[in-house]
């Protein structure tokens, strides 16, 4: 009896967490209708919500942005808007704080993220998975002597929250392991364990 509660959990949970998943985000998604005029929203048109109009109105508006934003005269109204918001004291602040960490995050020549790493976190002898985000800059660099990098160490089963730490290069080790791999084995609190690849004779350090 027992087997077979825990074979139908082992089915059932990763079922309901994805559609879980799914449904919230494809709701969070949908609050985009809420820009709309209401006589053009689902609602006022067919008189019932239909789940995720807005989800493929936020992805298309993503979509055409990008195709814009390529192209010379997407370029030249982007610049044109920036100095725009550059005039307003907090807007600017706000916008170009979150456009400096977007851009570091997700463009191509950015390391943020691109790295796991093996970091002794909340104390020495106690090892945990990390994420290169980048260096020390501003007046802090000053005050770090040596070799230092940043590092997000996130927190387990959900890992958007988590610790900013700067840390000696010497005491991370690099780890031969995806984002992706690292993200799961996180997730899962260490029970999806990635798949062990062979050893080099490089220095991990």
């Given at each position: 009896m027992n087997r077979y509660f825990i074979t139908g959990l082992l089915v059932l949970v990763p079922l309901v967490i994805t559609i879980w998943v799914l449904t919230s985000l494809i709701g969070l998604l949908d609050q985009s209708l809420l820009l709309l005029p209401m006589s053009w929203r689902p609602l006022a048109q067919t008189g019932y919500d239909i789940p995720g109009i807005g989800a493929l109105l936020t992805l298309l508006t993503v979509f055409v942005t990008g195709l814009i934003a390529t192209n010379?005269?997407?370029?030249?109204?982007?610049?044109?808007?920036?100095?725009?918001?550059?005039?307003?004291?907090?807007?600017?602040?706000?916008?170009?704080?979150?456009?400096?960490?977007s851009d570091t995050l997700f463009s191509d020549s950015g390391q943020a993220f691109r790295k796991a790493l093996l970091v002794q976190y909340p104390r020495e002898g106690s090892w945990t998975v990390?994420?290169?985000?980048?260096?020390?800059?501003?007046?802090?660099?000053?005050?770090?002597?040596?070799?230092?990098?940043?590092?997000?160490?996130?927190?387990?089963?959900?890992?958007?929250?988590?610790?900013?730490?700067?840390?000696?290069?010497?005491?991370?080790?690099?780890?031969?392991?995806?984002?992706?791999?690292?993200?799961?084995y996180i997730i899962s609190m260490g029970v999806v364990v990635p798949k062990t690849k062979p050893r080099t004779n490089s220095s991990n350090h």
């Open positions: 010379f005269f997407g370029k030249r109204l982007i610049h044109f808007w920036e100095r725009l918001l550059a005039r307003v004291p907090v807007v600017k602040s706000i916008y170009y704080s979150v456009k400096q960490v990390a994420f290169l985000t980048g260096q020390p800059g501003g007046d802090v660099a000053n005050h770090l002597q040596g070799d230092f990098i940043s590092v997000y160490v996130p927190t387990t089963p959900n890992p958007t929250s988590g610790f900013f730490l700067m840390l000696p290069k010497k005491d991370v080790i690099e780890l031969d392991m995806s984002v992706d791999e690292a993200l799961k």
